[in-house]
């Protein structure tokens, strides 16, 4: 029904930065676009989200604590992708990042629930080295 390909990872040194996309079927305009990651020997875990309406009228954007003032989430709706720009990149971001998304709003308070995201994406890798 959606699907979702991500691409933009790779390794890099910490400090340095990468810039995720996420190609959707459709327009993202009124879904909860989500980041999430999955490390080596760790739970998979939600980084970012974003909702946005068509009009632009009311946009929300939601980041785990580790990645706050270093990554940024938005989209492009016109060109059904989502970003996910990735700053300062340190040892501890290496893992599986995955786009997901589902319809409408994202679950306030709740953003991260994995099981409220409904459609994935295959992943990306990411390595960084110190």
């Known amino acids: 029904q959606v699907q979702l390909v991500e691409s933009g990872g790779g390794s890099v040194q910490a400090g340095g930065s990468l810039r995720l996309s996420c190609a959707v079927s459709?327009?993202?305009?009124?879904?909860?676009m989500g980041w999430f990651r999955r490390a080596p020997g760790k739970e998979r875990e939600g980084v970012a989200a974003i909702y946005q309406t068509s009009g632009r009228t009311y946009t929300r954007t939601y980041y785990s604590d580790s990645v706050k003032g270093r990554f940024t989430i938005s989209q492009v709706s016109s060109v059904n992708t989502v970003y996910l720009q990735m700053n300062n990149l340190k040892p501890e971001d290496t893992a599986m990042y995955y786009c997901?998304?589902?319809?409408?709003?994202?679950?306030?308070?709740?953003?991260?629930?994995?099981?409220?995201?409904?459609?994935w994406g295959q992943g990306t890798q990411v390595t960084v080295s110190s």
């Open positions: 459709r327009d993202t305009s009124n879904y909860c």
């Open positions: 997901a998304a589902q319809s409408g709003l994202c679950g306030s308070g709740s953003w991260y629930r994995e099981e409220a995201f409904a459609y």
